[in-house]
């Protein structure tokens, strides 16, 4: 396998910010750790408390995504649940119809700043190669 081919595939890895895997409690670490570092705060705050409310806006935003179907984080970008209707599919292997019942998917839109943050940081543009569907 080519070089490039290879690294297309892989997920991009961190530009040295993590210390560990780039998950919540990754994150919560990395913003304590900023909070306790400024001059100007006198009070320390514990990881686990910033670890909390992390996890709390993560279900926050996941009863929203479930109940609404969408959620926008201005800055970011929005994620939908997208519904692919129910229809008749052919195998052609076997030559014959079968049903496919409803399904749903997520479709992440990155807002335009996280794009050219990314596109600044990488020197690689982020495409988006799943249109929604409606």
Not at 93 to 102: G, Q
Not at 112 to 124: D, I, P, T, Y
């Amino acid at each position: 396998m080519k070089e490039e081919e290879k690294n297309h595939r892989t997920t991009p890895q961190p530009l040295g910010r993590y210390t560990g895997r780039p998950d919540i409690e990754e994150m919560a670490r990395i913003i304590a750790n900023d909070l306790n570092d400024d001059d100007a705060n006198d009070r320390h705050i514990p990881i686990s408390l910033v670890s909390q409310i992390g996890f709390k806006f993560l279900q926050l935003f996941e009863d929203a995504l479930i109940e609404h179907g969408d959620v926008l984080m201005q800055g970011f970008g929005s994620i939908r649940v997208d519904t692919i209707k129910a229809h008749r599919h052919y195998n052609p292997d076997k030559d014959e119809y079968f049903n496919v019942p409803e399904t749903f998917k997520f479709d992440f839109t990155p807002h335009m700043k996280l794009r050219q943050n990314f596109k600044k940081a990488r020197g690689v543009e982020v495409v988006h190669d799943t249109p929604p569907t409606n």
